[in-house]
């Protein structure tokens, strides 16, 4: 049986379905619990929450880690350094995700509002991000050059800072915020940050249609959107099912974060299919090494061979 309730600019159903980080801020001065969770786990002393999504986040942080380093190895890219800033902000993202959810950061910490709304800043940061490296291959600017950085950097920060207040106002109750009708949150959540992903599907498939012969590309597109969309599905829809089947092993979070890391796995996979390295002027450690190595035994081979023959 599905348990799932949709209330607009309410965090109400959702809470009750999946156990997001604003939650304990929500609705009520105690916040609002799932109908059903991942059972907690006891280890040295200490109570670890969501166990199962605490190590999907750390393989997602590995996995991040390894994109970066495979977006780096691309000298020549175009893209390049707009798209780390987006791996980056999402591992940040991650990392704080892991502190909130697995409790390391208690709930009853003073502490817990200002690390959710940063959290918060973070989700809507990392959705801007990618929407503006989805016009870099667009070259309303080059790419790699001061202004394409920067703007990035500053107009990511300012949302960032604006989600982060909006959050931090909505759990204080100052001014028209509050926390038991946090309308102005929801929008940003829900609206805002799909209106960013959508906005930068749409562009790819059309920078994919109009400037690039091959058509495989869209292949990528097509994946990551499925894995986001489950993703969601899982979490808001059947999360309080699948933790009932799952005997309270696992629910929707645990789901919804391996759907997460395979629609960004998705989009470096994209990003690497649309970008070609011009290899003439690409700068490659080990290869010049090995380069450089075998001119030496070439010289060496033929001083080798001149002497034997001045000995004849």
Not at 99 to 112: C, E, H, K, M
Not at 149 to 158: C, H, V
């Amino acid at each position: 049986m599905i348990q799932f309730k949709f209330q607009p600019f309410k965090f109400d159903g959702i809470c009750q379905t999946v156990a997001l980080t604003l939650c304990p801020l929500m609705g009520k001065f105690d916040g609002i619990e799932p109908v059903c969770y991942s059972r907690n786990v006891e280890m040295a002393g200490f109570l670890v929450f969501q166990p199962a999504t605490l190590i999907m986040n750390l393989i997602t942080l590995c996995m991040t880690g390894v994109m970066v380093y495979h977006v780096r190895t691309k000298y020549t890219a175009v893209g390049r350094k707009e798209i780390i800033m987006f791996f980056q902000l999402y591992s940040v993202t991650v990392f704080l995700e892991m502190l909130l959810v697995a409790n390391i950061i208690p709930t009853a910490s003073v502490l817990y509002p200002f690390f959710t709304a940063v959290h918060l800043g973070l989700i809507s940061a990392s959705f801007w991000c990618l929407l503006l490296n989805g016009f870099v291959g667009f070259q309303l600017a080059e790419d790699g050059t001061a202004i394409s950085l920067w703007s990035i950097r500053i107009s990511t920060f300012l949302v960032f800072f604006i989600v982060g207040f909006i959050a931090m106002a909505t759990f204080n109750n100052i001014g028209p915020f509050r926390y038991t009708s946090p309308g102005a949150l929801w929008v940003i959540y829900f609206l805002v940050n799909g209106s960013m992903f959508l906005i930068y599907t749409i562009s790819q498939v059309i920078l994919v249609i109009y400037t690039l012969d091959d058509r495989w590309p869209l292949g990528d597109i097509v994946f990551g959107v499925l894995f986001y969309v489950s993703g969601i599905v899982v979490m808001y829809i059947f999360s309080v099912t699948l933790c009932e089947e799952m005997k309270h092993y696992l629910d929707g979070l645990f789901f919804g974060s391996l759907c997460n890391l395979l629609a960004v796995m998705m989009v470096y996979k994209y990003w690497d299919s649309i970008t070609k390295e011009d290899l003439e002027f690409s700068i490659d450690s080990k290869y010049q090494n090995w380069e450089i190595q075998a001119l030496l035994n070439n010289d060496e081979n033929n001083s080798n061979g001149s002497h034997k023959v001045q000995i004849q």
